[in-house]
């Protein structure tokens, strides 16, 4: 089994290959906890969640370390903390703010059965380390000082642009007439500026004498170096990422370093949309994590599990764009329903060679679940189990909020129905059906049938498409 990867370096699938196999390094930019973050972001989380089990299956659970960072320094953040907590002084109210953006951060991505990274730093823990970047940037002359700013010089860098395929020049034509008279080039950005009274502020780089604060790319550089080394594996974020961010750290990394690449491989997920435009807080298109999974949701819509969402994400491939719809959330919700029903009483098997191989496929997760519903008609229960375990999910019906467990008997109930119905009496009714049915006794057949639909069971009988054999499937009428 080979892994290979699209590089959007290289724009090319490429044979992973990783630098050092006992130690495989992994950094994905991580969110800007001013908000609650939207199903488009848990996108990224869900994409790199799937990577990181199977480099952790190819290589060893010891052997891999993935870095997800916070970004816990933001303008968009000092904004909202003063909007939200007005009475407190500016840093408290920031601290405030990323603290509980954070927790719920974490509530959310691991309700979509995303484990946690091996390191999640944090910018504001890496400001020394932010200041040495800057230092050795002005030093060697990629970098200069301008009214309190450390600010990058892209026309030291040769190749500047070569991950977003830009040419400066091309750059430099369309940039914008308003830029700050202190550039010496219209696309040189920031490292480090100074910080107004209440924003948080820390000893400036490069002897600047007033206090400042980092610019957005410098963190991630600092935080992917002290964790994963100046040179290190795979490099991963959203798409909208490219074009300046990756563009930008690289450009930090290489140069500070003074070394060829920062990441050998560095990946993108596409867009989540809604109708056609990427779900975004600027579009107000978006749905938070929280209000798509908790029962509460707002303006009437449905809330889905979180197995589900991670289902319903996995069924793109990451670099398609995915729309994202209701339709195909009842669908992944009913799909999931029938397999975990199906499930509850099999022992784990091993997991399916033909679903690795399809992830080693450039992350080809729509073949992978083909490859599941194939297991599936074919009756290979055990595999099933394994595979879909090892994809994140519980296969366990009661996160699928369907079953739960009653208050005071401990019995296992279904969402709706009196607490003496269980799940595993609808399957043995449905089961027992389908054998009176096989055995052409059609009052029997009939009988069930009611009995189950004054239970509020509803049936489906059909046909495996692939074996022919008769079968049903059944879902509560809501
Ligand atoms: P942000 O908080 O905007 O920096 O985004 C955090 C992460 O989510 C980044 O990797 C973005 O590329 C990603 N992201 C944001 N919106 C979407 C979307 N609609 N679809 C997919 N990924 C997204
Ligand atoms: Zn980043």
Known sequence: MTLTLYNTLTRRKEPFQPIDPKNVRMYVCGPTVYDLAHIGNARPI??????????????????????????????????????????????????????????????????????????????????????????????????????????????????????????????????????????????????????????????????????????????????????????????????????????????????????????????????????????????????????????????????????????????THYRQPINWTEDGLEETRKTLENWYTDLADVPEGEISQAVLDALSDDLNTPKAIAELHRLRSNKEHGALKASLQFLGFSTNLEELGIISVAPGTGELQIEGFPPSIAVVTVKQLVDARLAARKAKNWAESDRIRDELAAMGIQLKDGKDPQTGEAITTWEVKR
């Not at 995303?114 to 730093?121: D, G, H, S």
């Not at 380390?129 to 026309?155: I, K, P, S, T």
């Open 46 to 315: 869900i994409v790199f969640d799937v990577l990181f089990r199977l480099l952790r299956h190819i290589y060893g659970e010891k052997h891999v370390t993935y870095a997800r960072n916070i970004t816990d320094v933001d303008d968009k953040i000092n904004a909202r903390a003063v909007e939200r907590f007005p009475k407190l002084p500016p840093t408290e109210a920031i601290r405030k703010l990323t603290e509980e953006t954070t927790a719920q951060f974490h509530k959310d991505i691991a309700a979509l059965g995303v484990l946690p990274p091996t390191v999640e730093p944090r910018a504001t823990d890496h400001i020394a380390e932010m200041r040495v970047l800057c230092d050795a940037l002005v030093a060697n002359g990629h970098a200069y000082v301008a009214e309190g700013h450390v600010l990058f010089a892209v026309g030291s860098m040769p190749d500047y642009g070569k991950l977003a395929r830009r040419s400066l020049e091309e750059m430099e034509a369309g940039a914008r007439v308003d830029v700050a008279p202190y550039k010496k080039g219209p696309m040189d950005f920031v490292l480090w500026k100074p910080s107004k009274p209440g924003e948080p502020a820390w000893p400036s780089p490069a002897g600047i004498a007033t206090p400042g604060r980092p610019g957005w790319h410098i963190e991630c550089s600092a935080m992917a170096g002290k964790h994963l080394g100046n040179v290190f594996d795979i490099h991963g974020g959203g798409i909208d990422l490219v074009f300046p961010h990756h563009e930008n750290e690289i450009a930090q990394s290489r140069c500070a370093h003074n070394t060829p690449v920062m990441a050998n491989v560095w990946m993108h997920n596409g867009f989540l949309q809604v109708e056609g435009e990427k779900m975004s807080k600027s579009l107000g298109n978006f749905v938070t994590i929280k209000e798509q999974i908790e029962a509460q949701p707002r303006q009437g819509r449905k809330a889905y599990k979180g197995e589900v969402v991670r289902f319903a994400m996995l069924r």
